[in-house]
């Protein structure tokens, strides 16, 4: 292993953009994790509008799940121009374009531009998650 290596954990939270307190970051990490115990992987990404995912980010990644090719990608930035639900190969039947962005567009963004990002992202997960039997 090289010297400079830095073993990083997995999350399903990427707060890169501080937008949520510790609180509500371990909060979402606790759901998102109970969600992949029943099998529904959702992982969250928060970025500047400059920056892009890390393609090392992927709801593929089976390295910590027995779960192939299922979940779920929500990425946004507080500008509100860089906001997505992407999908895996096996939720692409349930979770069409038109219904992603009815989630993005009347549940999450109203919070949103509330500066309530929190309840936007918990509020989308649930949406999500009745459309994700």
């Not at 992407?86 to 009347?106: C, P, V, Y």
Request: aromatic fraction near 10%; hydrophobic fraction near 30%.
């Amino acid at each position: 292993m090289p010297e400079n290596y830095e073993a990083k954990p997995f999350t399903y939270l990427n707060d890169s953009n501080k937008i949520f307190t510790k609180e509500q970051n371990e909060e979402l990490e606790n759901l998102l994790i109970k969600l992949e115990k029943e099998g529904k992987k959702i992982v969250i990404i928060t970025s500047s509008s400059k920056e892009k995912p890390n393609k090392q980010w992927s709801v593929d990644d089976n390295r910590f799940t027995n779960l192939t090719n299922r979940g779920i990608m929500i990425t946004f930035d507080k500008t509100l121009k860089n906001i997505g639900i992407g999908i895996a190969m096996d939720t692409k039947n349930i979770f069409l374009e038109s219904t992603r962005k009815k989630i993005i567009e009347n549940i999450i963004i109203p919070e949103f531009e509330n500066g309530n990002y929190y309840n936007g992202i918990n509020k989308g997960i649930e949406e999500i998650l009745k459309h994700w039997k």
